[in-house]
């Protein structure tokens, strides 16, 4: 698998559903048999993975690239996103 | 006064019909005779469970797809934004029941295989399933739906677990999930032609943990430990009533699938609704968080983290509800667990396969 950089166009896979959650109003990421409960960055970074790239998601967001990438990577590791 | 906890995983038991009679199937050995749940019940179950905070829901069973009406089940948990995963054999099933699924809302399919080969998967499901199996997993990737295989794990094919992950490789599947035997249900019935040895286990383990590495990002692999061989017992559903309700398939909800063996009234959905159940039934309550521990559980400093263990078994093995899972090495009990690995030394008696018997 390539490595995560900054031209990288991260997708959410196509198992994973973001919803709110209706109880807590968190963003909570699903998959088979699973979920996650996200923090508000991880939400909003998720939330623009829409063919964008990851310098443009960092940039959007004021966020660190180095983090961004971190997060993405963390998930790709657990086939929830593709790069 | 506390909401109390949160529900995430409605397990929904559609019918205990099956195709398949595998040996260690962990539904009951004997069901009540009562008729099934009407499609207007389970759909008020969905809603009734949405409400409470389920995000996750499994159609399983049995063989779920024997219902007809799975499709409509489906669609009111998408409505509600469940994910839903159906847990089948796989059988009976075509492309264009699928189809209709996927396009009802389904979310993912786990489906099941008993072995890496048709020779062994038969011997265990007495039925010769594994070139129909293949075509649904074929037809799931074909439709781009999430594929988990399921196989359960016993003396008979852990030592074929890396054929089973090359198997699950070629199917195309996302997530295989190795499940060692939990000894409840057919399979406690079955429990000393199943039992694999310690070096059989300590083999299979070292493949998958090879296998993880290799495969990390395309195919999560999971290895559910057989609680018989640790010497601690597993976090049984989560703790009691903590995050998972189970509904069988004549209206009962449960805190674990396997609860039905155990001398309580659970709540019978077509006369209450879901959220009292989960909230105020006597069921429910009973064995929630650590407050119905005994010792050695009730000083452990594991109390919070594994609850004592599985209430089911507990029962099972030694006839009290309320005394440490005999799998933890500390419960008085344990040398009946220590007993019951002894038989993977001996030669596996015969298999006794599931069929559905009617309480009396």
């Known amino acids: 698998m390539a490595a995560l950089s900054a031209d990288s166009r991260p ?19 699903l998959y088979p048999e699973h ?24 940039a959007e967001l004021g966020a660190p690239l180095a983090d961004v990438l971190e997060f993405l990577a963390a998930l790709s590791d657990r086939g929830l996103v593709q790069t | 006064m506390s909401p109390g906890p ?61 219902r007809d009406d799975l499709e409509p089940l489906v669609e009111r948990a998408a409505q509600l934004e469940l994910y839903s995963n159906l847990i089948t054999s796989g059988l009976p099933l075509t492309r ?51 594929l988990t295989v399921n196989v359960v794990l016993h003396r008979g094919n852990l030592d074929e677990v890396d054929r089973i992950i090359a198997l699950a490789e070629e199917l195309g599947a996302g997530r295989l999930e190795l499940a060692n035997t939990q000894y409840l249900g057919w399979a406690y019935q079955n429990r000393a032609a199943l039992m694999p040895s310690l070096a059989q286990l300590d083999a299979a383990r070292a493949v998958v943990a090879a296998a993880r590495d290799r495969l990390r990002g395309r195919m999560e692999l999971l290895f559910v430990l057989p609680d018989y061989h640790g010497d601690r017992p597993r976090t049984c559903m989560n703790g009691w009533g903590e995050r998972y309700i189970v509904v069988t398939p004549d209206g009962r909800a449960m805190p674990c699938h396997a609860a039905h063996i155990l001398p309580l009234a659970f709540p019978d959905l077509r006369t209450q609704s879901l959220v009292a159940a989960w909230r105020d039934s006597e069921a429910f309550r009973k064995y929630r968080g650590t407050d119905h521990l ?49 038989a993977a030394a001996e030669a596996a008696p015969p298999l006794t396969l599931r069929r559905l018997r009617l309480a009396r």
């Open chain 2, 96 to 146: 264009e029941r699928l189809a209709g699924l996927k396009a009802a809302g389904l979310c993912a399919v786990q489906l099941s295989f008993q072995a890496a080969r048709p020779g062994p998967s038969a011997e265990i499901a007495g039925v010769d399933a594994f070139e129909p199996k293949r075509q649904v997993a074929a037809w799931v990737r074909e439709l781009d739906l999430p």
């Open chain 1, 35 to 58: 979920g996650l409960v996200l923090n508000p960055s991880a939400a909003a970074i998720l939330r623009l993975c829409d063919g964008r790239s990851a310098g443009d998601i960092a």
């Open chain 2, 6 to 66: 949160r529900p995430y995983v409605l397990v929904a038991e559609l019918t205990y019909r099956c195709p398949l009679r595998c040996a260690y199937c962990s539904n009951p050995t004997q069901v009540e005779d009562r008729p099934a749940l009407a499609t207007a019940d389970w759909l008020r179950v969905l809603d009734d469970a949405s409400e409470l905070g389920v995000v996750q829901v499994h159609f399983t069973g049995g063989e779920p797809l024997l």
């Open chain 2, 294 to 342: 005994r010792e050695p559980c009730r000083s452990c400093d594991r109390r919070e983290i594994d609850h004592g263990g599985c209430r089911c078994q507990a029962f099972l093995l030694t006839g009290d509800a309320t005394a440490a899972d005999p799998v933890c090495e500390l419960s008085p009990h344990h040398d009946l667990v220590v007993a019951a690995r002894a």
């Open chain 1, 11 to 29: 997708q959410l896979a196509s198992k994973a559903r973001l919803r709110t959650d209706k109880l807590t109003g968190e963003t909570l990421l």
